[in-house]
C-alpha cells in the first residue's frame, strides 16, 4: 500500500500484517491516515510502515509487534504521527520503531497513557530515536515486563510524566542509551524499578543530555548500573538516589 496524498479513513483499526504468516507494508509519504480506533503493526504477522511525509492521527493505541511470534517495525523519517493514547513496542512480540525525522506526538490530550516498551513478557520493543521530534504527554516505560531498548543519538525528546525502567516482577531488560541530542524527563526516574531477576542499564554518552525534573530513584527495588562518559550530561533537579532499596552503581569516565 502505498500513499502520496489525500485522506484515509479507517472507522475502527488499521491493521499491517494481520495473520500468522502475512507480510503487510505501508509507504505514506503525502496525505493523511485517520484511524479511529487502534493501529497494528504486525499483529500475527510481519508489518512494515514507512512513513516519510503527511500526518497519521490514532485515537486508540498504536502497537507494533502486538502478538508473541508478530514482527513489526514503524519508520518516521518525516511528517508526523500523532496519538490519542498508548504506544506499545513489543507489546507481546518483536517491535521496533524509529524516529529519524518527523515529529512524534504521543497521547496528545494527555489523558494519562504511555509509551511502553516491552509491553507484556514475550514483547521484545526498541525505540531508535536519531533526529526529529518526540513529544510525550504522559511516562516512558522501558521494560514494562518484556525487555525494552530505548536508543537516543540525536533529536529532542520529552515526556511530562515519568520514567520507569524494568518496571515489573518478570525479570525484563531495561536498556537507556543516550548518545545524542536532548532527553527531559518533566518528573521523577526510576531505574530497576520492580523485582528481582532484572537487568537495568543506563548510558549517557557522546553529546547526549539527560534531564530529570524531580527525584531519580537509581536501584529501586531491583539492580541498577548507570555510565556517564565523554561529554554526556545527566542533570537532576532533586535528590539523586544511588542504591535506593537495592543495588545501584555510578560510573563517570567523563561528563
Not at 502505498?2 to 495473520?19: E, F, R
Not at 526510576?190 to 525534573?213: D, F, L, N, Y
Amino acid at each position: 500500500y502505498t500513499q502520496t496524498g489525500g485522506s484515509v479513513t479507517a472507522g475502527t483499526d488499521l491493521t499491517v500484517g494481520d495473520d500468522a504468516g502475512s507480510v503487510g507494508t505501508v509507504n505514506l509519504s503525502g496525505g493523511n491516515i485517520n484511524v479511529a480506533t487502534t493501529v497494528y503493526v504486525g499483529d500475527a504477522g510481519t508489518g512494515v510502515f514507512n512513513q516519510s511525509g503527511g500526518i497519521v492521527e490514532a485515537t486508540g493505541i498504536v502497537t507494533v509487534g502486538s502478538v508473541a511470534g508478530a514482527s513489526g517495525e514503524y519508520i518516521l523519517s518525516g511528517g508526523s504521527l500523532i496519538t490519542d493514547n498508548e504506544l506499545r513496542v513489543g507489546t507481546n512480540g518483536l517491535g521496533y520503531f524509529e524516529v529519524d525525522g518527523g515529529t512524534l506526538i504521543q497521547d496528545i490530550n494527555d489523558s494519562g497513557d504511555n509509551i511502553l516498551l516491552g509491553y507484556n513478557p514475550t514483547g521484545v520493543g526498541t525505540l531508535n530515536f536519531k533526529s526529529g521530534v518526540i513529544t510525550g504527554n504522559s511516562n516512558l516505560n522501558i521494560g514494562r515486563k518484556g525487555d525494552g531498548v530505548y536508543l537516543q543519538s540525536g533529536g529532542s525528546a520529552s515526556f511530562v510524566g515519568s520514567l520507569n525502567m524494568s518496571h515489573s516482577t518478570d525479570g525484563p531488560t531495561s536498556v537507556l542509551d543516550v548518545s545524542g541530542g536532548t532527553l527531559e524527563i518533566a518528573n521523577d526516574a526510576t531505574t530497576g524499578a520492580h523485582g528481582s531477576g532484572v537487568s537495568t542499564e543506563v548510558t549517557i554518552r557522546g553529546t547526549g543530555v539527560v534531564t530529570i525534573g524531580d527525584i531519580m530513584w537509581h536501584g529501586d527495588d531491583s539492580p541498577a548500573a548507570m555510565t556517564i562518559a565523554d561529554s554526556g550530561h545527566l542533570t537532576v533537579a532533586n535528590t539523586l538516589n544511588v542504591g535506593h532499596k537495592d543495588i545501584g552503581t555510578l560510573t563517570q569516565t567523563g561528563g
